[in-house]
């Protein structure tokens, strides 16, 4: 498709059970995002990808959050052993250059998350 | 980080223009201005951005203060489906983080009929 996709849609997890969210950003699209998003709340970063390096890790909440992208593509957000706290959308985005700040971000529709 | 701020919430009549306002004082010269918006349950779409001077593209324009220390978002025919949440951010120079968005909590519209 033209836009950013993400799937699955909606998750509901078991507390404690390990999660994985997959993101097939625009095709050439050198930088990706993800962003966590609570209930009536604004995104916030989380990871930066330039191609395949990870090059920001900063906005990750815990060690059980986890984010790849071994071939400088599709990205997967694994969360292991989730909380309730962890219930939340989770949105990737990308940017079509090494993210100047003039570039535009192109967001998916987001993978909704909750904790039972 | 530079921020902004916007009000919680605004409410429009439908057909009419929208100006909504936002504040950023603590600007730097390389901030970028963009504005995103969230409609429900999807993700944030871009809106339009600037640096110094004024922009119009197909879905609104961009208002920029002379000291660049505020800026508008003009939609100049609001209908139902401009109801979100509307976002003014700073983009900061920041190559090793992809210059990402830092997203506040944004404006709410509402649009009534």
């Known amino acids: 498709g033209a836009g950013v996709s993400q799937s699955p849609r909606y998750k509901v997890a078991k507390r404690g059970q390990d999660v994985a969210l997959r993101c097939d950003p625009i095709?050439?699209?050198?930088?990706l995002f993800w962003y966590q998003q609570a209930l009536g709340q604004g995104p916030e970063f989380l990871t930066y990808?330039?191609?395949?390096?990870?090059?920001?890790k900063s906005g990750l909440p815990s060690d059980r959050f986890f984010a790849e992208r071994p071939e400088g593509s599709v990205s997967t957000l694994k969360i292991q052993r989730t909380q309730q706290e962890d219930s939340a959308v989770y949105l990737c985005?990308?940017?079509?250059?090494?993210?100047?700040?003039?570039?535009?971000?192109?967001f998916g529709e987001g993978s909704w998350l909750t904790v039972v | 980080d530079a921020k902004t701020t916007q009000p919680n919430s605004m409410e429009s009549n439908e057909e009419e223009p929208v100006h909504l306002p936002c504040n950023h004082s603590?600007?730097?010269?390389?901030?970028?201005i963009h504005w995103y918006r969230q409609l429900p349950s999807q993700g944030p779409e871009y809106v339009i951005h600037?640096?110094?001077s004024n922009v119009n593209n197909r879905m609104a324009s961009l208002a920029i203060a002379e000291d660049r220390k505020s800026s508008t978002l003009i939609l100049h025919r609001a209908t139902l489906r401009d109801a979100a949440v509307y976002y003014c951010?700073?983009?900061?120079?920041?190559?090793?983080?992809?210059?990402?968005?830092?997203f506040g909590g944004g404006t709410r519209l509402m649009v009534k009929p």
């Open positions: 990808f330039q191609n395949e390096a990870q090059l920001d």
């Open positions: 095709s050439g699209h050198v930088s």
């Open positions: 600037g640096l110094t």
């Open positions: 603590t600007i730097s010269g390389t901030d970028y």
């Open positions: 951010i700073l983009r900061v120079l920041n190559n090793n983080a992809g210059n990402m968005l830092t």
């Open positions: 985005a990308s940017s079509i250059g090494q993210g100047g700040p003039g570039n535009t971000i192109y």
